[in-house]
């Protein structure tokens, strides 16, 4: 088991896992563009000895594939499994005791271990002193993209009260002063927020520290969605084998184990400007008010390396995350929802606009009509459930004699379409909060949800090929076939809502008069119908990356009945909207002038 980030490089160099890259690097996109080439490819780790501006070198794609993230947790990732699984069910330790004695001596780990001072090999530095990586054209400056950002309740504080997230932080750019302050990004909902709103009710400022690097399992456990009660530095003690070590200076946590920490204070009311940000959905987070953290200290240990990923849209390294996540948590969900057999956020879909479901109807064997209704009851406990609250648009299905999976999404969605009433099972919720890195809703963390629910028997055969009848329609330009029962439909650029709403209307009335359109049932209106049909990636990214709910969602031969909307076809406007943030595009110069590593073989992984 390794006892840093060195270590567990050294173990990959050695496995043929990583390589590394001698020649001097620029952090300003060209660190950033490797990164993406080389995870496209499912290549291997990079290790950059030489980063331009900077002593330390760094490292990406640890995670870049879930066999190597397995191999790097290969000695602990059975025994988290066990203890997960025993948390969630704590039961299973009463049937079988000795099965799970391992358990119970893997979880001494999950004790956080004090120090009583900080390790010589510390020596304190400053923020210019760190690479400082941008990633996009249009990043507003250099920016944290692994970080493990440390904060207590300060009503209950100490380490087992503690919230350990992974909050983008800027290290540069805008109106931050130089190695004075840095920007934290985070939302409302997660823990740091709750402990700043504690704080600031206080009067006080709120301590906090930011963790880079050291063991990989810290990193991982900064983004675990645990059950509740389960401190993610207990999670990173379990998955790496070893006891998370601290102690406090000034007042401030610090990671003995991290090879970068920075500390400072968030004061009440405090804002900057911070971002813009080429975010994890595939567009910019634009820049917006967040609290700056006035830096105390940077410390960095002796022979630091500084780990960094990229985002941008899905597939990324932090795909694999997911992956492991799912892995390792197992039966989380389950055990939190009864009823529930799966719960699938769709990274194509930037991971939070889209959740599909699948969920059980166990409590109506009488009636003869099966229709949707405890699947209704698991929806609402999935969107009042952590990371899944973000959610926009839940397709949730019962499964009946046909078995489901959420990972096989052409299954899945020929299923649900061939079973949905749209008169009678779509569900909105308006005026409510979303993901604030999402931008199509009416303002920054406002926007709609709906539920759309499936269940009983089949209802209609799906169209398996483009009906020509849609090209007799004047106002669509050029239309393709996605999946069964989805058609892409282009039109115009959108220009404004009410002009929107006209044509949407108009497109609605011309679609009621032709035959056969019920097995049709999903029409998406996009910019470029080719594009979108392309893939199924390339239609869930578009679909559900560019509409909100209330606003996108119209139909053919819409009904209102006690407050209830439905339709006969579904109508989703995706067309990119002029408040919309724009789409990751590479700098091409960039991307072109990296192929002299592939040229000279700095790339070459034997």
């Known amino acids: 088991m390794y006892k840093n980030l060195e270590e567990c490089i050294l173990d990959l160099e050695k496995e043929g896992h990583l390589i590394r890259i001698k020649e001097e690097v620029d952090p300003y996109l060209e660190m950033a563009a490797l990164q993406l080439r080389v995870y496209a490819e499912k290549g291997p780790a990079l290790y950059f000895e030489k980063v331009k501006g900077s002593k330390y070198p760094a490292v990406s794609n640890l995670f870049g594939t879930v066999e190597r993230s397995k191999f790097i947790f290969r000695k602990t990732i059975a025994k988290t499994q066990s203890v997960i699984g025993v948390r969630n069910n704590p039961s299973v330790v009463l049937k079988n005791p000795f099965k799970y004695l391992d358990s119970g001596f893997a979880a001494i780990n999950a004790l956080p271990q004090k120090k009583k001072q900080l390790p010589s090999s510390f020596k304190e530095i400053q923020i210019t002193d760190l690479p400082q990586i941008k990633s996009w054209p249009d990043d507003g400056g250099a920016f944290i993209t692994l970080p493990q950002v440390y904060s207590e309740d300060p009503d209950k504080p100490g380490i087992m009260n503690s919230n350990l997230g992974m909050y983008r932080v800027q290290l540069d750019g805008n109106d931050y002063i130089e190695n004075e302050e840095v920007g934290l990004h985070y939302q409302i909902h997660r823990g740091i927020g709750v402990h700043q709103a504690k704080a600031v009710k206080k009067g006080e400022a709120l301590k906090v520290s930011i963790f880079i690097g050291g063991h990989p399992a810290h990193t991982l456990s900064a983004v675990m969605p645990l059950p509740e009660g389960m401190s993610e530095l207990t999670f990173a003690g379990l998955l790496a084998g070893r006891r998370f070590r601290y102690s406090y200076e000034d007042g401030f946590c610090v990671s003995h184990d991290a090879d970068f920490v920075i500390t400072g204070e968030i004061y009440p009311d405090e804002t900057k400007l911070e971002g813009p940000f080429g975010d994890h959905l595939g567009y910019y987070s634009l820049a917006h008010e967040f609290p700056v953290m006035k830096v105390h200290k940077v410390y960095a240990k002796d022979n630091a390396i500084w780990p960094f990923t990229v985002v941008g849209r899905p597939p990324q390294e932090d795909t694999s995350f997911g992956d492991l996540i799912h892995e390792l948590t197992g039966g989380?969900?389950?055990?939190?929802?009864?009823?529930?057999?799966?719960?699938?956020?769709?990274?194509?879909?930037?991971?939070?606009?889209?959740?599909?479901?699948?969920?059980?109807?166990?409590?109506?064997?009488?009636?003869?009509?099966?229709?949707?209704?405890?699947?209704?009851?698991?929806?609402?406990?999935?969107?009042?459930?952590?990371?899944?609250?973000?959610?926009?648009?839940?397709?949730?299905?019962?499964?009946?004699?046909?078995?489901?999976?959420?990972?096989?999404?052409?299954?899945?969605?020929?299923?649900?379409?061939?079973?949905?009433?749209?008169?009678?099972?779509?569900?909105?919720?308006?005026?409510?909060?979303?993901?604030?890195?999402?931008?199509?809703?009416?303002?920054?963390?406002?926007?709609?949800?709906?539920?759309?629910?499936?269940?009983?028997?089949?209802?209609?055969?799906?169209?398996?090929?483009?009906?020509?009848?849609?090209?007799?329609?004047?106002?669509?330009?050029?239309a393709h076939f996605v999946l069964p029962g989805i058609i892409a439909i282009e039109m115009k650029s959108f220009m404004n809502y009410d002009d929107s709403m006209k044509e949407m209307n108009q497109?609605?009335?011309?679609?009621?008069?032709?035959?056969?359109?019920?097995?049709?049932?999903?029409?998406?209106?996009?910019?470029?119908?080719?594009?979108?049909?392309?893939?199924?990636?390339?239609?869930?990214?578009?679909?559900?990356?560019?509409?909100?709910?209330?606003?996108?969602?119209?139909?053919?031969?819409?009904?209102?009945?006690?407050?209830?909307?439905?339709?006969?076809q579904l109508i989703i406007d995706a067309r990119r909207k002029p408040h919309h943030a724009p789409p990751l595009i590479a700098d091409q110069k960039v991307v072109e002038y990296i192929e002299r590593f592939y040229e000279n073989e700095s790339l070459k992984t034997n």
């Not at 406990?381 to 999404?409: C, P």
């Not at 869930?540 to 209102?560: C, H, I, K, L």
């Open 332 to 478: 989380a969900v389950q055990a939190e929802i009864p009823g529930v057999k799966e719960v699938h956020a769709v990274d194509a879909a930037g991971v939070h606009p889209l959740l599909l479901a699948i969920g059980y109807e166990r409590y109506t064997p009488y009636q003869k009509l099966k229709q949707p209704q405890e699947i209704l009851t698991i929806a609402n406990r999935i969107l009042g459930t952590s990371h899944l609250s973000l959610a926009k648009y839940l397709f949730i299905a019962a499964e009946e004699e046909v078995i489901l999976s959420t990972h096989k999404q052409v299954e899945f969605f020929t299923y649900f379409l061939e079973r949905i009433d749209l008169q009678r099972d779509i569900h909105l919720q308006t005026n409510t909060t979303i993901d604030t890195l999402d931008y199509t809703g009416t303002g920054m963390n406002q926007g709609s949800k709906v539920v759309f629910a499936a269940a009983g028997e089949k209802k209609r055969e799906l169209c398996l090929q483009l009906p020509p009848e849609f090209l007799q329609i004047e106002e669509i330009q050029r």
């Open 507 to 568: 497109l609605a009335s011309k679609l009621s008069k032709l035959p056969n359109m019920s097995s049709c049932p999903l029409l998406v209106v996009c910019d470029d119908s080719s594009f979108t049909s392309e893939s199924i990636s390339n239609f869930q990214w578009v679909t559900f990356t560019r509409s909100n709910p209330a606003t996108d969602m119209y139909g053919v031969n819409e009904t209102f009945q006690f407050k209830h909307w439905g339709c006969d």
